[in-house]
């Protein structure tokens, strides 16, 4: 991804369920969830990517397996506490063991 004089704020992520998802530095959360490739190469677009770029980006998420996931829940975690990165686990269908079981 060509940054020249930006600094990447957000990236995009795969999810459990194989959608995709956009995480922002910015407020350490999730900007964007369930998007398919399109729609997350749609968002790289709006955000000022070439369609390379963005074909790139999503490409990487897809192929990161859950490292970019747990990453960002991590953040979550860190910044606004365990019942926040539980609900974004729940709703990204995150593989975490610390994550608490909800009961409906």
């Known amino acids: 991804m060509e940054t020249h004089d930006q600094v990447a704020t ?13 995480f922002s530095d910015l407020i350490s959360d999730f900007t964007d969830l ?5 729609e997350a190469i749609l968002v790289c677009q709006r955000e000022g990517m070439s369609t390379e770029d963005a074909f790139e980006e999503v490409q990487i998420a897809l192929d990161s397996s859950s490292f970019r996931l747990t990453v ?31 009961e409906l």
């Open 34 to 38: 369930d998007m398919t490739e399109m």
């Open 10 to 22: 957000w990236w995009i992520v795969k999810q459990g369920d194989g959608r995709l998802a956009r």
């Open 72 to 102: 960002a829940i991590r953040i979550i975690r860190k910044t606004y506490g365990d019942p926040l990165a539980n609900d974004r686990a729940f709703r990204t269908r995150h593989e975490d063991s610390n994550v608490v079981t909800f």
